[in-house]
């Protein structure tokens, strides 16, 4: 990876970026006069914006949480509501971490407008067919945690 950049208002112009500040403000933040059009060719530079997805991306390595991390959690929860005595607080990290590994799925009804049956009278069968076998596919599959 290329490492912070040799000159210290570009460095900061894309670490402003990085963080999420629009182009003008990053570009002021950096120190220099704002100006729409020289924030916008100066992110387009190779090396701000090779720089600005290096530190975009370390923040998302810093921010990932793996389904393992949160069962280790609540195994220490569970660990923890046993020691002060707490079956109701030990039977919810197991319920938690069951859910978690995708043991236990959520179940949720679907409905058609103002809480009415789906309508599927003017599909042809084929379609139907297809619809419900995508549903099902979809809640069979395990779900993956988002950050």
């Known amino acids: 990876m290329p490492g912070p950049l040799k000159n210290a208002r570009q460095e900061r112009f894309a670490q402003e970026l990085a963080k999420g500040r629009s182009q003008v403000d990053a570009y002021q933040a950096a120190g220099y ?11 387009a530079n190779v090396s701000v914006a090779a720089r600005v997805e290096e530190l975009k991306g370390r923040a998302a390595d810093k ?12 195994d220490d929860d569970r660990a923890f509501a046993k020691a002060c005595n707490s079956p109701a607080a030990m039977v ?32 042809p069968e084929e379609e139907i067919d297809a619809r ?10 395990p779900r993956k945690l988002a950050n």
């Open 132 to 141: 419900l076998a995508a549903l099902a596919a979809k809640n069979a599959e």
């Open 63 to 74: 921010a990932a949480i793996t389904v393992a991390d949160i069962a280790r959690q609540l």
């Open 92 to 123: 919810s990290a197991t319920l938690g971490k069951a859910k978690v590994l995708g043991l236990i799925k959520e179940r949720h009804e679907h409905t058609g407008k103002d809480g009415a049956p789906i309508e599927y009278r003017n599909l």
């Open 33 to 43: 006069k704002p100006d729409r059009g020289a924030a916008t060719r100066l992110s």
